[in-house]
């Protein structure tokens, strides 16, 4: 047989086989068994494999051969209309018309590997497929699949890198800074001198600082000189800094520092707005009166100053700051609650209480569980100062964070209303009083409760071990300052004093509050010293 006639005979039994099912299939094994028999199937075998390799290598010919005709067609009626997207590099897009999707139509959502390959634009190209048009891309960029590849892998590298750094920037530690200030706490600020200083001295001017009160501006109110302004506390054993508001207003930035007590604690907080206020500038800066709170706003530093009214610290029938003109004052020694309330989460707390109590030798003290102020008991005075101060210093101890907030206790400020003790027998009060007190040894005696100043001391480092208190004596100080005391240039009854007033220092002279400028600068200068020279604890 030859070779065309060999090729008949395989064919006719493919042929067969094809469409003879169960039979078709014993054709075949025939057809193949010739083809052995003859030696040909590796020919047919190659075939069919060239056939394969054509279709391979120019299949996308054919597609696009086909189907690039119709793609360039004219729109028909109701065809879907296309348009070019900018930025992507001549890409077709063909708009497809939104429609309701029920909730069984609904794709499932594609769940990513990580955070990290979640496109940016997820949330938003959701919210969009809601209310316009789906965009479907036709065709592809002129790139060739390698670079495709690389500005994929590009892409993703860089939304893993941004990624990596939000969460940097999302994690918080806390960090401890070194402080600015190299004063060791072993240093006693409250022994030293008092030293005229008229080139650094005073640390503000009145007239600058809009935030002082009519109480203590007592040169605007008439005082003539001004020397008390330029006295300079020289510790003993170290050196105090001088006042730096920018570095301060850094340390205290996006937090609060309040001053708790009576109208002294006040005096002290304006004399510390006044120092701090240089470093904001005009417009970033106001005042606020919230019920008992009295609050300055640093807006550039996102962070406030405050004064909060508690002249006895716990509760008490003298609480309205407005209205405590209160001939019998009654306490609830045991009772601080409502006033706490107000304390936390403060930064910078200090307290003062005692001019107060001094009034009568014996304190009003509610009984325990009375439902109104007559029901009180009398109560010596120092023993109901010891069980107040207890009832704060355990407030402290319990509700206070000692990695985060700083407590102080500001000691006595006294009192300059008896000339003779100071040498001058022809003196009225503190009145023209115009030097402090410079060669004078010993103790003065001014009237002033050593006992209680004991106790204050005693308490704020015994019942507190938890939460450490630091306790700034500013008496022995200010007792040598019968000159810094507002006197006659104030206000009496919300009224500045006039001159027949003024001429009357035996019924009208205040030597309780100080002038501002003026000593309580230095009070607030001891608490600078205090929180620069410590660590800065920072949350990042």
């Known amino acids: 047989m030859n070779l065309a006639e060999r090729r008949k005979s395989s064919l006719a039994g493919a042929g067969a086989g094809a469409g003879g099912g169960a039979a078709a299939f014993g054709g075949a094994k025939q057809a193949v068994t010739s083809l052995r028999k003859g030696g040909r199937l590796p020919v047919y075998v190659a075939g069919v494999f060239f056939v394969l390799c054509v279709i391979v290598m120019y299949g996308e010919d054919i597609r696009s051969l086909t189907l690039e005709p119709l793609a360039r067609g004219p729109a028909t ?138 109480q203590v501006t007592c040169m605007k109110n008439g005082r003539r000189d001004d020397t008390y302004q330029k006295w300079r506390w020289q510790p003993k054993d170290c050196t105090m800094p001088r006042f730096d508001a920018k570095l301060f207003m850094e340390r205290l930035r996006g937090k609060r520092m309040m001053f708790v007590g009576d109208s002294l604690n006040r005096n002290q907080w304006e004399s510390m707005v006044c120092l701090a206020q240089a470093a904001s500038p005009p417009g970033k800066k106001y005042v606020s009166w919230e019920g008992q709170r009295i609050v300055y706003h640093a807006w550039t530093f996102n962070a406030t100053i405050e004064f909060y009214w508690a002249p006895f610290l716990v509760e008490s029938n003298s609480d309205d700051p407005k209205i405590h003109s209160i001939q019998h004052r009654i306490i609830k020694a045991d009772a601080i609650g409502s006033h706490a309330e107000h304390w936390r989460g403060v930064d910078y707390l200090v307290f003062n209480t005692y001019i107060w109590w001094m009034n009568t030798l014996n304190m009003k003290v509610m009984r325990p569980g009375g439902q109104s102020w007559e029901e009180h008991d009398e109560v010596v005075r120092i023993e ?157």
């Open 77 to 214: 009626a109701g065809a879907t209309p296309s348009t070019t997207v900018p930025g992507n590099r001549g890409r077709r897009v063909v708009v497809v018309p939104r429609r309701d999707i029920s909730s069984s139509e609904k794709p499932a959502a594609v769940l990513h590997r990580s955070e990290q390959e979640k496109p940016k634009h997820a949330v938003t190209t959701t919210a969009q497929a809601e209310s316009t048009p789906e965009a479907v891309v036709v065709g592809t960029p002129p790139q060739t699949t390698t670079e495709a590849d690389a500005a994929e892998a590009a892409a993703k590298s860089r939304k893993q890198k941004k990624a990596k750094k939000k969460k940097q920037r999302a994690a918080k530690k806390t960090v401890v800074l070194p402080s600015a200030l190299s004063v060791p706490e072993t240093c006693d600020l409250s022994k030293g001198r008092w030293v005229f200083d008229n080139a650094s001295y005073p640390l503000y001017r009145e007239e600058e600082c809009e935030f002082l009160t009519s």
């Open 384 to 540: 109901a100062y010891r069980k107040v101060l207890t009832t704060w210093a355990n407030w402290v101890n319990d509700n206070v964070d000692p990695a985060r907030t700083s407590v102080f206790f500001m000691s006595m400020s006294p009192l300059h209303i008896s000339p003779q003790v100071w040498g001058n027998p022809d003196g009225i009060r503190c009145a023209k009083e115009t030097m402090p007190l410079l060669k004078w040894h010993g103790p003065l005696w001014l009237g002033m409760d050593w006992d209680m100043f004991h106790e204050a001391k005693n308490v704020s480092r015994k019942e507190s071990p938890r939460v450490p208190i630091t306790f700034l004596d500013i008496t022995t100080m200010s007792e040598r300052r019968k000159d810094g005391h507002t006197s006659v240039y104030t206000i009496r009854q919300g009224k500045v004093l006039g001159p027949e007033e003024q001429a009357d220092p035996g019924t009208y002279a205040d030597c309780i509050h100080w002038c501002l400028p003026g000593v309580p600068d230095i009070w607030n200068l001891m608490i600078y010293t205090r929180i620069m020279s410590r660590p800065a604890v920072q949350v990042e």
